[in-house]
């Protein structure tokens, strides 16, 4: 068994990310292949992918679940221990994305370099932002008719908001494209015609006709750097031209945003005909931060969040890890993924599972790779591994050292927009669909499970059609579960538009103690969106202080079952003004009880509507079936926004509600003759007209 000990200042965690179809997969598999991990290129086209190893990856052609690996790669005689994360391209498998950027200390965007920036290009950047990662952008598939390198760099300084830092020039386009020009060492990186996977590139001088251009390209790139270094800035007013090192040392810097101001590194090739890679591991560890070079770990003492804990990046430090994914092994059971952010992890060594405050043991640890995996000792401070022997932890939770508790920053994930239920066939399935649905809500949070209170239908919520389709899918495949699948449901919500005020007494006697509440609420719209909030108004403690959390636990019972039509409320603020309690006959059952009904009747009386999803839908089409596809998307209740030009068509952006999207998929081929497509991804819930609220809420 192996027992590592990373030497912390060569470890790269990164993640791989993309819109759908971008090559994001590919690049992957042709990264394992050029480090030696895979001595066969799997292709994504023939479903042989080492990634993409689920049996719905491989029929669909797409991502559906992060997979991790680990692979070495050597730059100036130092070896680089690389911890890789392929995540989903596809918008229903988002929160995928979301909880593996949570634990990386860095991220590789790919792009299509036909497509530039897509609209899941902008959710996955977002998000990287909103984790404050340091990035590199691959542009990917120049060798493929219409791509234009220039192009996308443009979008994405102006789609993402980015400051491009472009390192390298395409030589050739289209089928002629065969290699780079390196602007810091102004050399051309040219491959054979054909070549083959692992096949070596030849470093020459750069080609006349290119030569203007690569000097105009370099000296933007040295102006860019100069503008936010100090030491460049001299170099350029006194015109001394700076070393390579130097070079690398400054975009080291501004790439993790060391000094407030960051910039990215573009790199560009073609990761299926073999170009580029080699390029982009080196910038992969010249560029991207270690361990060492983020932020040390924040959190707080368990129930005390102003108690700040700062954990340093150490294996001598008290051990602090995050579970960020659980997955269920055929033959392992379920395994825990964690990213170790300090101290060391060992066989058998017990922790604190801090957000719920018990116990765990830690059974055997394992190095993934995709579904093969390689059993540790032990694990330390920057690892990315997985365990078995984990019962109660689940995606979000610290475990950390029981003798210094530590609770980390979790992870969020979206609510569902869409629904479908769903019923055993036999008694006999029932039993293995309870199993089926309890495993798979573990492994994905943005999956929820519930029984419907009036007809007792299991109901299953996802955030498309497809995610709901391949955990049906998995749950018939994986559990053996003969079950009927209904037809797919919008995920309404519900508000209210005005506020209103109601007194409530509860009394009920029954001949032993009985039960008095009497509460006076207000309920309104909370501004500024949110959920939920309650507010505590009551003076002279009418309302004894260990009664009020009962009045709100009421209020959100009543929340859960909705006004109009069962579907949850939400952004509603609560207010309790008054209320009276009885020596004897109160308890928090009788407050509980008299919140629930008064707000049931305030929610009645504030003019509560129904709310459903909407979609920010992008079409690409050409643009002699463009009026065609603006009036089918009038027709769904859809306000179109914008008209582009995007690669020799139009991409038309509209917002359009999520129940009139079903289907879309097969309209749209049959008006464009199979020529446009689509993306779309949730934006808002907005109020539902009447005309079909009412229909709404009479099917209800």
Not at 109 to 128: L, N
Not at 156 to 170: C, D, F, N
Not at 229 to 255: K, N
Request: proline share 5%.
């Amino acid at each position: 068994m192996a027992t590592t000990q990373l030497n912390l200042a060569a470890v790269r965690n990164i993640g791989i990310m993309a819109h759908i179809d971008a090559g994001k997969t590919t690049t992957t598999e042709r990264i394992l292949y050029y480090t030696g991990v895979s001595h066969k290129v799997g292709e994504v086209h023939d479903g042989t992918t080492a990634m993409d190893y689920l049996p719905e990856e491989r029929e669909h052609g797409i991502t559906i679940t992060s997979a991790a690996t680990t692979c070495v790669w050597a730059l100036d005689g130092v070896a680089h221990t690389v911890n890789i994360i392929d995540t989903p391209g596809h918008i229903d498998f988002t929160a995928e994305v979301e909880r593996c950027l949570r634990v990386l200390d860095g991220a590789v965007a790919v792009f299509d370099g036909v497509a530039g920036v897509e609209p899941q290009s902008e959710t996955v950047w977002r998000q990287a932002d909103r984790y404050g990662l340091p990035r590199i952008c691959f542009v990917n598939k120049l060798d493929r008719v219409g791509a234009d390198f220039a192009r996308c760099v443009d979008m994405i300084a102006e789609r993402l908001g980015a400051t491009p830092l472009v390192l390298q020039l395409p030589i050739g386009a289209e089928a002629g494209f065969r290699g780079v020009v390196d602007l810091l060492r102004m050399r051309a990186l040219v491959w054979p015609a054909d070549t083959a996977p692992g096949e070596a590139y030849d470093d020459v001088a750069v080609p006349e006709e290119l030569v203007e251009q690569a000097l105009h390209w370099r000296e933007r790139l040295l102006e860019t750097l100069a503008e936010r270094d100090v030491q460049l800035m001299d170099f350029y007013l006194r015109d001394i031209e700076p070393t390579e090192e130097q070079i690398h040392q400054v975009v080291l810097v501004l790439t993790a945003g060391a000094i407030g101001e960051t910039v990215t590194p573009v790199l560009c090739g073609t990761a299926f005909k073999n170009k580029g890679v080699q390029p982009l591991l080196d910038a992969v560890v010249r560029y991207l931060p270690s361990p060492l070079d983020v932020l040390p770990a924040e959190g707080h003492v368990p129930g005390d969040p102003a108690a700040v804990v700062i954990r340093d990046t150490s294996d001598d430090v008290p051990t602090s890890a995050l579970a960020f994914k659980v997955m269920s092994d055929p033959h392992l059971g379920k395994l825990t993924f964690l990213r170790v952010y300090s101290g060391r992890i060992r066989t058998g060594a017990p922790l604190l599972n801090a957000a719920k405050g018990h116990k765990e043991r830690i059974g055997k640890i394992y190095r993934m790779h995709a579904d093969q995996r390689e059993e540790i000792a032990s694990a330390g401070a920057g690892d990315i591994v997985a365990v078995m022997g984990l019962k109660r932890t689940t995606t979000g939770e610290t475990l950390c050292d029981p003798a210094a508790p530590v609770l980390l920053e979790s992870v969020e994930f979206p609510d569902p927009v869409i629904q479908v239920s769903v019923e055993p066939r036999s008694r006999g399935d029932q039993e293995k669909l309870a199993t089926a649905l309890q495993r798979l809500a573990e492994e994905d949070p943005s999956f929820r499970v519930r029984t419907d209170a009036e007809t007792g239908q299991t109901v299953l919520g996802g955030m498309g059609e497809l995610h709901l389709e391949v955990l049906t899918h998995r749950m018939r495949r994986e559990f053996g579960v003969a079950a009927n699948v209904g037809r797919p449901q919008v995920a309404y919500r519900e508000t209210l538009r005005r506020a209103a005020e109601v007194e409530y007494t509860h009394r009920k006697q029954t001949g032993g103690k009985g039960q008095f509440a009497r509460v006076r609420i207000r309920v309104e719209p909370l501004p500024g969106g949110g959920d939920h909030e309650f507010v505590d108004r009551v003076t002279g403690g009418r309302v004894p202080r260990e009664f009020v959390p009962s009045v709100d636990e009421g209020c959100r019972q009543a929340m859960r079952l909705g006004a109009l039509a069962g579907y949850g409320l939400t952004g509603v603020r609560v207010t309790l003004l008054d209320g009276s309690a009885h020596s004897e006959d109160s308890s928090e059952l009788a407050f509980r009880t008299a919140a629930f009904q008064a707000f049931r009747e305030a929610a009645a009386q504030a003019s509560p509507v129904l709310l459903e999803p909407v979609m920010d839908v992008e079409v690409t089409t050409p643009e002699d079936h463009m009026g065609d596809v603006i009036g089918d998307l009038n027709a769904r209740r859809g306000r179109v926004r914008s008209m582009v030009d995007r690669y020799g068509a139009k991409a038309v952006s509209a917002l359009v509600p999520l129940t009139e999207m079903f289907g879309y998929v097969g309209d749209l081929r049959g008006r464009t003759s199979g020529r446009a497509d689509y993306t779309m991804r949730f934006d808002s819930y907005a109020e539902v007209p009447e005309s079909v609220a009412a229909a709404v809420v009479a099917q209800a």
